[in-house]
């Protein structure tokens, strides 16, 4: 029971009892009124989180709405694909070699644990020439052209190391036949005259110009044995020191390398090539000198340099350098002035035409590989157009529509030139290339006349030809272009293709001796030098557009 008292008696006489009945009922109205409370409180919270969360509903459902139809997912089961087995390829280099091996004996377990192989270039084995049937080439037809309209475009002249070497290989060399007005039958006669120079190379890997009969090893009549005039400086009259042995070297060499076989590029020719570079290497004196004469010694040091340039070889980059070296220390000095070469030593008396030719070409083909050629081409131009002047009084009022020569030799102490003597023609060819390769355009008075007197003048339209000229003549037409070096691609690479030896025997690929040139520089072999030289043309040295 709870009571109430009241501490002020004063108020109350007497303490007053409360009802407990009372009081237990007024208590029971405070707890409801709080209850009453606390349900509406409860009510208003739920209605409130319902609210939020009905709103939170709308809203997605509104987002859901919103959204793009998706196409409905088909799900479809997918076979596997058969598994195809891929058939193995060959891998062809060059041609497939099919060989049979023998093993010595049974190896039980043949497992490789250990490998030593040598670093060295991919090898590519030549043909067996001496086993290689003649040709019998059905397709050496002069008339079957492989070019369209546009076989004899204007080429253009020019000397720059950008003319060199480009359209040697693959493509390359195809699309320049056809572009420049080769045919199917020129490049079956030069690979016939590579096949006749493998076949004809010794076992140390020179030409040998009184031996190389010998080594042919195809049935039939042999060719006959090389032979010098005593008159003849490119290797004396006995041959003793292999002088002509190298220039025959060089010259085969240069033809398998204007061709695109150089001793290095997976080829059907690389062991030929490579011989013939070790036999010239070999016998390389010590001051850079390849030979006695500055004949044989730039023709070897322009085939070391072609190969230095076509493959970068490192081994060749050392010799090719004092080669280029001793050709200038062999040039010709009147004061100051840088001139030509003779045929020893350097003689600013006789500056030799013929021999300048090839020291020229040299130092050509040494730049364009990257070497130092010093001042040996600037002193050379100055003595072409020294000479040209010299040899043509009237120079002064000659254009591109006239015609010039180009002496055999001029004397620098006194300014007299000479003409060959041995013949009505003079170096016109040698002027008219060295003229190319010395930059000259071929809108120059200089260069037009010459290639002019060429044309008009010098131009052989019949069998046996004076290959050498045609050498010469042949490369500078072709750096010209225009008209005229369609008349002369059109006849001349048909009198080569025409009249190379076809047969069974060891003629096969060769030239007969053509006229007085060939018989005293070597006969058959030099022939058939300037023969399968002339015929690479159109891809030895990349032509330089020109104005015309």
Known sequence: MTQLLVADSSTFEDPVELDPELLEGQEPDDEDRDAVVAGVSAWGISIVVHV??????VFVVFLDRMQPEKAPIRVVQIEAPPVVEEEEKERDLIEKVVTEIEAEEEVENPMVTELDLPVEEIETEDEEVSEVPAKGREEAVASSETGGAGAFMAIGAGGGAAGAFGNRNGGGRKRAVGRYGGSKASESAVEA?????????????????????????LEGPKCEPGTLDNSVVIGGSDNKQHTAD????????LCFLG?????RTPNKWRKTVRGGI??????????GVFGQSNYEHGIATMAIAEALGMTNDPKLRAPATKAVAAILARQALHGSSGYAWDYWKANPARNDSSVSGWCIMALKSAKAAGLNTGNGLPGAKQWLETTWRASNPNWKSIDAYGTSGFPYTWDATTGKVTKDKNGPEDMTCVG????????YRGDSPMLA????????????????????????STLAMFQVGGDGWKEWNSVVRDLLVNNQRQSQDCFDGSWDIGTRTSKQWGQRMLATAYCCLSLEVYYRYLPVAVKH
């Open 52 to 57: 939020i969360a009905l709103l939170l509903l």
């Open 193 to 217: 005259a590579l096949r006749w120079f493998a076949r004809h190379q010794s076992g140390n890997g020179m030409w040998d110009l009184d031996a190389y009969p010998l080594n042919c090893t």
């Open 246 to 253: 190298v220039a025959m070297t060089g010259y085969a060499i």
């Open 259 to 263: 061709a695109g076989y150089d001793h």
């Open 278 to 287: 070790d036999w010239l290497l070999s016998i390389q004196t010590r001051d």
């Open 432 to 439: 008219a290339l060295c003229a190319v390769f010395l930059g």
């Open 449 to 472: 006349s010459l290639a002019n007197n060429l044309r008009k003048n010098q131009f052989q339209k019949q069998w046996p030809l004076e290959t050498y000229y045609v050498y010469y």
